[in-house]
């Protein structure tokens, strides 16, 4: 096979990604790796995997379960990182908005429907007691869209990972009111089924060496200040970001399968279980 396609959001929990090739770590293994960021997110990452696009996507998990089982040919193959992901819950810093409760029947900016800030509206919903029936959406595709819809008045809350939206608080642009913590691990790799099928050895490659490189991660000099330099943040921002993220080099267990589908099947966002053997490779 030739170049392998991967792609991901353009987000610090992924910069292990964007070092393995730019140091050669997959072509010193023979294995040709093209990445693409993708700051729509899931919603368009799951299209990805369906069109051909990528063979490999990095990608939320309650994202991918409910892709699978709405029919995405591809399986996940691994958790890549097993704490959870911290969303703030974000508001325009000049509205009226001042705790959660204010944000009861609002209008959610989403990146897009199927999407991590589509599906975590509902569980953020569900936390609150509130009627998931009344969630309204506004699709804002990308993190400017969001900016633009808040400050414009379009859409009133924006859930995006705490750490990458903090520079936005930070300006004075976005307000945050509280976080939302997923219940299960943030990311997880998924691969095309026709891949997995027809490339096995390249795909447990490709593995080894990411795995590698997220095992040593923290241990990497300077680690903090380049993370800080590469996607515009405070030292001390990435510093507490890293003291709480977890990488994994761990099957998906039933267990976590499980708890996601649980959740998404009481949220009315997925309509039956799939076995573990049509969602996990």
Known sequence: MG????????????????????????????????????????????????????????????????????GNPSKIVQVYVQSPLIWGIHVAARSAYITLGDLENKIVAISRYGSG?????????????????????????????AIKSLTDGTADYFMWERFMTKPIVDQG??????????????????????????????????????NTKTSGFKEIKNITRILAARYGQKEEDTAEWLSLTQWSDQKLTQ???????????????IDRKLSFENVAG
Request: proline residues 5%; glycine residues 6%.
């Open 117 to 145: 800030s589509h599906l975590m509206a509902f569980v953020n919903a569900q936390n609150e007691g509130w009627d998931t029936a009344n969630l309204r959406f506004e699709v804002i595709n990308t993190l400017d869209g």
């Open 255 to 269: 267990d976590i399968l499980y708890t996601v589908q649980e959740q998404l099947l009481d949220l009315n966002i």
């Open 173 to 210: 642009i976005f307000r945050r009111v509280a976080d939302c913590p997923t219940p299960w691990p943030s990311f997880v790799i998924a691969v095309r089924d026709e891949v997995l099928v027809n490339s096995p050895q390249i795909i447990g490659t490709i593995l080894d060496v990411i």
């Open 3 to 70: 170049k392998i396609h991967i792609a991901g959001v353009p987000e610090h929990f992924n910069l292990p990604w964007r070092l393995c090739i730019e140091e050669g770590k997959f072509a010193e293994k023979g294995v040709d790796v093209k990445w693409t960021d993708v700051p729509e997110g899931t919603g368009r990452l799951c299209q990805m995997l369906r069109d051909g696009e990528t063979d490999i996507a990095v990608i939320l998990t309650e994202g991918i379960v409910k892709d699978i089982t709405a």
